[in-house]
């Protein structure tokens, strides 16, 4: 996943980036991040991908799109929220500004 945040430099710029990123997480531990927030958001990026050739959705409409073809698909009437909540984890947990996220 590639996201231009403001965390990611403090990360990787860190004396001990494994500790950084563990801090960064929140306290989730590997597994639940894969399984709460990783796999719902690497759904919508393959599409932002091959639908925008964006990583990273420019708009919330590319987001919305992205949810519209998703809940075409058979999926769970918690997968809509499951992504929402990733979108909202991913841009909190990298420090970028309030006006910028989509998610508020």
Do not use: Y
């Amino acid at each position: 996943m590639v996201l231009d945040a403001p965390m990611v430099e403090k990360v990787e710029n860190a004396a001990v980036p494994a500790a950084a990123w563990r801090r960064c997480a929140l306290g989730l531990r590997a597994a639940m991040l894969r399984n709460k927030h990783i796999s719902d958001w690497t759904k919508i990026q393959r599409w932002l991908q091959e639908a925008n050739h964006v990583r990273w959705p420019r708009k919330l409409q590319d987001f919305l799109d992205s949810m519209g073809v998703r809940c075409e698909e058979p999926c769970g009437d918690t997968v809509p929220n499951s992504c929402f909540i990733a979108l909202k984890f991913i841009e909190e947990t990298g420090e970028g500004r309030e006006f910028d996220r989509l998610s508020t």
